[in-house]
């Protein structure tokens, strides 16, 4: 039985939860679009299912603030929820862009919920502890991201793109929405990058493991597809949001 102490200030909690929504809306590493291009071809229940599943876990991160307003579950329907994501978790593994980005996004949303359930425990406050340092990484990914960028493009117009698609807005930046939701490395007979900056004569890949933008070898591109990706100039204060 874990140990009851001092419960978090109700405030802090709000806070914790906000920068946590932050970090995460709207990043889960999850092909929506794959997933409903197969829905509508096959229309099978079990396909309905999964999608109603990766939906749920693309609006996880609305999950954990509710918890605040909901009394504390018994440790059976907690633990229920535990088991639950462990076979969306298996899924992604096999569909989605990596495993470090899918447990990253799985367990700092598991954290959240179980922290705030338990947040008079030591258990729960280490949890809550996890999601911050996790949410704080997410968000500080962007200043290595956006100088990166200044440094490389030097003027020059430029274009950011995502999955082989221009990023919409500084928030795609973030460490955990910064890389594809294609399936595996290549997509369709394309490769597939996380993240790439081109200019009119360099390309680079967005490392999500070391924070950088490294150079892409010459054959890549020129054997396969570059981003239809506009160049502009200072294309990121044009894409604030």
């Not at 906000?18 to 997933?35: H, K, N």
């Not at 876990?57 to 307003?69: E, G, Q, R, Y």
């Not at 930046?173 to 394309?190: I, M, P, V």
């Not at 790439?196 to 924070?211: D, G, I, M, P, Y």
Request: hydrophobic share 50%; glycine share 8%; proline share 8%.
């Amino acid at each position: 039985m874990s140990s009851k102490s001092r419960p978090l200030p109700l405030k802090l909690l709000w806070a914790i939860m906000l920068l946590y929504v932050l970090a995460t809306f709207g990043a889960a590493p999850i092909p929506l679009g794959e997933l409903i291009d197969k829905l509508t071809t096959s229309g099978g229940g079990a396909d309905s299912l999964f999608l109603a599943m990766f939906i749920g876990l693309a609006i996880a991160p609305l999950f954990a603030p509710l918890a605040l307003l909901l009394p504390m579950p018994s440790v059976a329907l907690r633990v229920v929820i535990s088991l639950l994501w462990l076979p969306s978790l298996l899924i992604l593994i096999m569909s989605g862009p990596g495993t470090t980005h899918i447990f990253l996004y799985i367990f700092v949303t598991w954290a959240a919920l179980m922290g705030l359930w338990g947040h008079r425990t030591a258990a729960g406050k280490a949890l809550l502890l996890a999601v911050t340092l996790i949410s704080l990484w997410s968000l500080s990914a962007m200043i290595p991201a956006v100088t990166q960028i200044a440094g490389l493009t030097n003027g020059a117009p430029y274009c950011v793109a995502l999955s082989g698609e221009p990023i919409t807005n500084i928030a795609d930046l973030r460490g955990l929405a910064f890389y594809t939701d294609e399936t595996g490395f290549k997509s369709h007979n394309f490769w597939t990058f996380h993240g790439v900056l081109l200019t009119e004569t360099q390309e680079w890949n967005w490392s999500a493991k070391r924070l950088r933008f490294d150079p892409i070898p010459e054959p890549v591109f020129p054997e396969t597809r570059r981003p239809a990706c506009p160049l502009e100039p200072h294309f990121l204060r044009k894409h604030l949001f």
